[in-house]
Each structure stands twice: as C-alpha cells, then as structure tokens.
C-alpha cells in the first residue's frame, strides 16, 4: 500500500468514526487487550492514568451519584409519610365539625400549624350567577387547584385586606360532588413567594376540596 493511500485511509478516521466503531463493537478490547497497556488519558495537569484507572474512577463518580438519588429518594418518601400523617390528621379533624364556620376554624387550625399558611378563606358563591365568581372563571374552567400568584382581584375576594401581605397561595375550586356545579373556592396564602408555586402537586389540595364540599353539603345537623 502507498505512502498516499495510507494517509487517505487516515484522513477517512476521526475522532466521530472511532467512537461510533467503538460503540457498535464493545468487544473490540477483550479482543485487543494488548492494546489496553499502551493507552493513556490525561488526567488534570499531574500526567497521566491509564484507562483502567480512568474506568474505576468513572465508576465510582457513578456510584456516589446513584447513593445521592438514592438518599433524596429515601428523604422524599420519608416527607410524602410525614405529609400523610398530617393530612389524615387534618381530614379527621374536619369531620368532627359541622357548618361552614366550624370548619373553616378547623381548616384554619389545622392548615395553619402543620402546613404553614398565613391566611386560609372560605367563599361560598350564591349561585351560578353570582358576581364574586367572575374573577374565578378561569380557575374554574380548569377544573383543578391553582397555586402561586394570586390575582389581585381574586386575592381581594378571598383574603380581604390581608392579600396585600400574601405573596403566594392557593385556590381551590369546590364543585358539588358528582356535578360541575362551583358552590365555592377554598383560598390557602402565604406570605413566603416560594410557598406555593405552579409547579407544585396538587393532589392534596384536590383531596382537601372534595372532603370539604362534600362537608359543606352534609349540613349543620348531619
């Protein structure tokens, strides 16, 4: 072979072409192994580490990274217990109550102490042509809790003048069970801006909103 097709056989090689070779033949250095002694990999500004080394340490950069998700894992699932035991706290409490106003004490209570909310309202809407349920079309619509900032109109309905310290919350629409009817909304505020924001979950607070209209629905002399 020629001095000259040598070198076309080399420019055809790169950096891309190797890796894809190496890719699709995970093998090739089980079938080289000799290969394995000569090659070296820069390692910070000390000299360098042979590929073996670079593997364990590849390996145990790996290793630490699953123990981290792993103990995030663990600490998330120790939270969800924590926050269930509450909200089965919660939910307990609130079927001791009867009427609007012993539960939304009992909410207030409740939601205050082991949720950390700073404001918590009831608006119970007249009918479906109420004019208070205007600024809540929207959240309505959506059929779902709604958390982060509050529109000031909204905020205003629901908090009074306590909105203005409220930098974040939550509200809930509450529908009459197995109708789409909106009897009213539930508002959680808070006054730290990262309380609530609209990447949160929302399960609980759908759960919330469902066992307090089906109480609100119950009576007073249930």
Known sequence: MSTQQLDANAAALNDASVAEY???????????DYLLTGLELPHDAKGAVSLIERQVAVLREQRQD???????????ARDNEHLLDRIEQL????????GSDALLGRLREGLREDFHADAVELKLFAGSGDKEQAPFDKVISRG???????APAQ???LFG?????????????????????????LGIGSVDPRRFHAEMGTTFLRYLGAVVT????QGPGS
């Open 22 to 32: 190496l890719r699709k033949h995970p093998d090739f250095f089980l079938r080289h």
């Open 161 to 185: 003048k306590a909105a203005d310290e409220l930098a974040s919350g939550a509200v809930i629409p509450l529908y009459a069970p197995g109708s789409t009817q909106c009897i009213g909304m």
């Open 91 to 98: 939910i307990l409490g609130l079927l001791e109550t009867r």
């Open 66 to 76: 699953l123990k981290r998700k792993l103990q995030h894992l663990t600490q998330t």
């Open 155 to 157: 905020a205003q309905l």
């Open 214 to 217: 089906r109480l609100l629905r």
């Open 144 to 150: 779902e809790p709604v958390c982060g900032h509050i």
